[in-house]
Every structure is written in structure tokens, then in C-alpha cells.
């Protein structure tokens, strides 16, 4: 690992991040108005300054937030062994702006609500990126909430939306990042206050707080509508999340896969969270045949059941399990619902 990490660390920190950030055209279709360099896009992102255009033309996208945490990162990598992960000057003072550049373009695209959750306490939460896709074809049905695949006569964007709940995975895995490589990076976001109020957006909107079948609506400011109509071909579509199937060949999939992946990472930092990452645990070791009916409708993923058992009740290693028991290492709870 020693010898990877000094062979990979170079290409890392030269060919894609500083490349990547400071001199790569980052998204040519995004127009001429638009600052190409990605650090140049997050710093005029931070100043709120109007660009023309659609807003998904100069706005975050889930390539970035990856560039920004793997910053952040090896700026920590850096922190902790220098001798494997060796910086120039150069590069550190860089890598140092870009996430502090990332991270001001990251609070700008923040929405706060403080509203009554259904325990009857007043919470905060916290959704990102709310409107930023509105007018991008993938969301043209963002508002359409019939079971019937909508036609395109009939597309209702809906205003205001987030990110769907699949994409929006990489935002609790980079904010993680960005928290435990704080004091190598200088920035003071996020802060264990900014990390719960985004977990309360998800646990007490997003997810349909039924602690034995767990679902999640499709976007997650909480709207509900179709998704990415046609994006897989004639008749394919993301329908809202009490329609869809999993089963092999659906042309209605569900977003139920990725919005149980990252989160583990932050819950910690909530108990509510702490609770639903049990939850998907326990889904997947029970037993019952409508545990299993629901499992197979809303979970089956990478041509796996997500349970513990096959068929044959023999012991199963469904990927997407152990992402989530990934994400919750060192939380004995989930972990102990193996034994």
C-alpha cells in the first residue's frame, strides 16, 4: 500500500486534480459565458454573480463534488505522511483554494428550513442544489406524479427541485471528506451542526419513515415526480417511488439503490440516521416472504438480492449491503444484526 500510494499519489494530485481544476476545459457544452476553469467556476458560484442561461450551465455537478472531497482528501493525505503523499509548494497553496473555493460555491447552493417534524419538535434541514436542474431535460417531468409514463404534451417540471436521491449520494460521502480533513484544508465547513441538519433533510423528508419498508422520494428537496423519462429509451422512466420496480428488466427502476448508499458516513452525527441505517440492515435480514416481495421490488440491484440468504438459504454478500455496512464501520449496531 506504501508503494501505491507513492507511485499513485503523483498522478492523482498532477493528472486529474490540478489538471482537472486548474486547466482543463471542464464542460465545453456549457458555453462561452461560462468560466471553463472549475476553480474560476466555483469562485463565481460563491459570489452569486448572475451568469446567462440555464442554471445547470455553470452549476455543481456530481463530477465536481468528487474532485472537491478527493482535495480535500489529499490535502489530509498529505497532512498526516508527507513522505508519501508529497506536495510542492505549488500544489498545496492550489489544492488549498480549490476547496476553499469549493466549499464557499458548496453553502451557496445550501437551502435551510426549519419546520415541524413529526415527533412534534422543530427541526433545521438543510437540501442542496434546489432548482439548479430545472429546465434540464432529465427533470422536464420533475412534477409529473401519475403512474402512467407521461407523454411529452403533458411534462411539468417541477421548480425548486434537488438532485435525485441517486446522484445525491456523493454529497454525505464528500461532506464527510470535507469534515475529516478540516484542519489540513483550513476551512471551517462543514461543522457537526451543518452535517445533522442535511441528515434531518433526509430522514424526516425524504425517507417515508417506515422504519420496516424504508422507501425514499425520488428528489430530495422531497419532491416526488418522474424522473430521466426516455434517458434509457422509448418507454423508460423514473417513475415517483411507491410506482417503480426493480425487477430485471423493468423500464420502470427505482432510485431506492442509491439512496441508501454514503449515508452511513454521517450518522454518527444523528441518531435518527443511526436508526434507518438499522433499519436497511434488519430489511435485509428478515426472513418473511413480504420482506423479501419488498426487497426484490425496491432493492434488487447488480443482479443481487438484498438479503442474506439466496434461495437455498445459504449465505448471500449482495453488494449493496456491504456499501452500506461500509459506510457504518465502527457502529457496532448495524454490524451486530449479522450474528
Given amino acids: 500500500m506504501n508503494q501505491f500510494a507513492r507511485l499513485y499519489g503523483p498522478l492523482l494530485v498532477k493528472d486529474h486534480l490540478m489538471r482537472l481544476l486548474y486547466e482543463a476545459d471542464f464542460d465545453p457544452s456549457r458555453g462561452p459565458d461560462v468560466p471553463h476553469k472549475l476553480v474560476d467556476n466555483w469562485k463565481s458560484l460563491a459570489s452569486r454573480r448572475t451568469l446567462p442561461g440555464p442554471r445547470y450551465r455553470?452549476?455543481?455537478?456530481?463530477?465536481?463534488?468528487?474532485?472537491?472531497?478527493?482535495?480535500?482528501?489529499?490535502?489530509?493525505?498529505?497532512?498526516?505522511?508527507?513522505?508519501?503523499?508529497?506536495?510542492?509548494?505549488?500544489?498545496?497553496?492550489?489544492?488549498?483554494?480549490?476547496?476553499?473555493?469549493?466549499?464557499?460555491?458548496?453553502?451557496?447552493?445550501?437551502?435551510?428550513?426549519?419546520?415541524?417534524?413529526?415527533?412534534?419538535?422543530?427541526?433545521?434541514?438543510?437540501?442542496?442544489?434546489?432548482?439548479?436542474?430545472?429546465?434540464?431535460?432529465?427533470?422536464?417531468?420533475?412534477?409529473?406524479?401519475?403512474?402512467?409514463?407521461?407523454?411529452?404534451?403533458?411534462?411539468?417540471?417541477?421548480?425548486?427541485?434537488?438532485?435525485?436521491?441517486?446522484?445525491?449520494?456523493?454529497v454525505p460521502v464528500v461532506m464527510r471528506s470535507l469534515y475529516d480533513n478540516r484542519q489540513a484544508t483550513g476551512a471551517a465547513f462543514p461543522t457537526p451542526r451543518d452535517l445533522l441538519v442535511l441528515s434531518h433533510q433526509l430522514v424526516f423528508v425524504v425517507f417515508n419513515r417506515d422504519w420496516e419498508r424504508p422507501l425514499f422520494k425520488n428528489f430530495f428537496d422531497g419532491n416526488d415526480g418522474w424522473y430521466r423519462v426516455g434517458y434509457g429509451g422509448s418507454g423508460t422512466g423514473y417513475p415517483p417511488s411507491l410506482m417503480c420496480s426493480q425487477a430485471p428488466g423493468s423500464k420502470r427502476p427505482c432510485l431506492m439503490p442509491g439512496a441508501v448508499m454514503g449515508w452511513g458516513l454521517l450518522a454518527e452525527f444523528d441518531p435518527e440516521l443511526a436508526h434507518l441505517e438499522d433499519?436497511?440492515?434488519?430489511?435485509?435480514?428478515?426472513?418473511?416472504?413480504?420482506?423479501?416481495?419488498?426487497?426484490?421490488?425496491?432493492?434488487?440491484?447488480?443482479?443481487?438480492?438484498?438479503?442474506?440468504?439466496?434461495?437455498?438459504?445459504?449465505?448471500?454478500?449482495?453488494?449493496?449491503?456491504?456499501?452500506?455496512?461500509?459506510?457504518?464501520?465502527?457502529?457496532?449496531?448495524?454490524?451486530?444484526?449479522?450474528?
Avoid at 59 to 82: C, F, I, N, R, Y
Avoid at 304 to 312: G, N, P, S
Fill in 58 to 170: 455553470y452549476a455543481m455537478s456530481d463530477v465536481q463534488l468528487w474532485l472537491l472531497g478527493t482535495a480535500a482528501e489529499v490535502l489530509g493525505a498529505h497532512k498526516d505522511a508527507p513522505e508519501l503523499v508529497p506536495l510542492s509548494a505549488v500544489e498545496l497553496q492550489n489544492l488549498t483554494a480549490a476547496v476553499a473555493a469549493g466549499t464557499a460555491a458548496l453553502q451557496t447552493e445550501r437551502h435551510l428550513a426549519t419546520d415541524g417534524a413529526p415527533d412534534g419538535t422543530t427541526r433545521e434541514r438543510a437540501s442542496y442544489f434546489d432548482g439548479d436542474y430545472d429546465d434540464h431535460p432529465d427533470f422536464a417531468f420533475s412534477g409529473n406524479v401519475e403512474p402512467e409514463l407521461p407523454t411529452k404534451e403533458r411534462a411539468h417540471p417541477h421548480r425548486g427541485t434537488s438532485w435525485d436521491v441517486s446522484h445525491f449520494y456523493r
Fill in 279 to 339: 433499519s436497511l440492515v434488519a430489511l435485509a435480514a428478515s426472513k418473511s416472504e413480504q420482506a423479501r416481495t419488498f426487497r426484490d421490488r425496491y432493492y434488487f440491484w447488480n443482479n443481487q438480492h438484498f438479503a442474506l440468504t439466496d434461495d437455498q438459504a445459504k449465505p448471500a454478500y449482495p453488494l449493496l449491503l456491504f456499501i452500506i455496512l461500509g459506510g457504518n464501520v465502527g457502529r457496532q449496531t448495524a454490524c451486530e444484526q449479522l450474528h
